[in-house]
């Protein structure tokens, strides 16, 4: 069972940073794939960012300048650092895992954590 849990959170005003980490072994242990999405209320979710296994990434062109996706194996994360933030940027934000092969195993479908709210103040 792989139970992703986000952290980092919290309202920050307009130009501010923050960090969200996800934490989903084995995913963030290995090199597998994952993303972040965000849902505003009122919304529907939308994609922020992906990683894959090559470490390659990518984001939309809403955040693309502003925001990093990064992780760290040994820590067992995923982080997405938040450059810039706007109002628009305020919504909650979850990690999800890559359906295929990840750690040995194969997935069929990938998996969502609780999320964590990130509010922006102007």
């Known amino acids: 069972q792989v139970a992703p849990v986000e952290s980092g959170g919290g309202s920050v005003q307009a130009g501010g940073s923050l960090r969200l980490s996800c934490t989903a072994p084995?995913?963030?242990?290995?090199?597998?794939?994952m993303a972040w999405y965000r849902q505003a209320a009122g919304k529907q979710r939308e994609w922020v960012s992906g990683i894959g296994r090559s470490g390659s990434t990518s984001y939309s062109d809403s955040v693309k300048g502003r925001f990093t996706i990064s992780r760290d194996t040994a820590k067992d994360t995923l982080y997405l650092q938040m450059n810039s933030l706007r109002p628009e940027d305020t919504a909650m934000y979850s990690c999800?895992?890559?359906?295929?092969?990840?750690?040995?195993?194969?997935?069929?479908?990938?998996?969502w954590g609780q999320g964590t709210q990130v509010t922006v103040s102007s």
């Open positions: 999800q895992t890559s359906f295929g092969f990840c750690g040995g195993r194969w997935y069929d479908s990938g998996y």
């Open positions: 084995p995913f963030t242990s290995n090199n597998c794939g």
